[in-house]
């Protein structure tokens, strides 16, 4: 299934989808679409094809690895050029979402795997070895060669779930450091000497996060149907914190 001869349609060539290209490129021809001059002139370094929405979608293993929000838009556009037994897969942040737009959009025929790779340039910049990816079976038949490649060749720790399990727990894993990770920039400058090894780590969490679009922070926050919950608990004890310390604060006056 996946020797180098198959090709693969992949739809977004920026900071997510490069990293695409450069673990998959082994092991397909990648076709993609992405109108962008960056893009051009990454395709043309990087030995990928880069041409039309029809001809990327025709691909038998289709890749969208664009917005969470174009999405939607996306899989209505792509649905008429799709092989009728083609694997469409997303590597977006949520997940609820997407499975439902794609299941709307796409013909029944189609096999449609939700996945989250939990992982993006800066952290995987050392390579991807016992990375996590979150798979998300919305339509599928044979899932168990797509998981021994992400396992046994990718070398990823591949982790089940239903699309509802996923963005229930990472409301709160990327809902949160996103978050903070938002704060703590606007408060630069931050010490860099003189500090502890928790702080250190703090930091070093925040710059895994930091360079992430806009559009991925306010996707993770307003895309996902149990962040708005875990934002309501968070401002709470801050509140309330806030209040016991200004508590305290009057008390010495």
Known sequence: MYRKTHKLGLFGLGAFGRLIVKHLAPYFEIYAHDPSPEARAYAKRHNVTLTTLEETAACRIVVL????????ALAESIAPYLHPRALVIDVGSVKMKPAQWLLDALPKSVYILCTHPLFGPQSARKGIHDLEIVVCPVRIRRLGP??????????LKVSLATPEQHDHALAAVQGLTHLIAKVLSGLEPLPRVHTTRSYDLMMQGVGLVQGDS???FLSIERDNPFAAEIRKRFFAEIDMLRGRLEAHDGAGK
């Not at 690895?65 to 939607?72: E, G, S």
């Not at 797509?146 to 990718?154: A, P, V, Y």
């Open 65 to 72: 690895a664009t917005p969470v929000r174009t999405l939607k």
């Open 146 to 155: 797509i998981q021994r490649f992400f396992r046994d060749t990718l070398d």
């Open 214 to 216: 806009d559009e991925l």
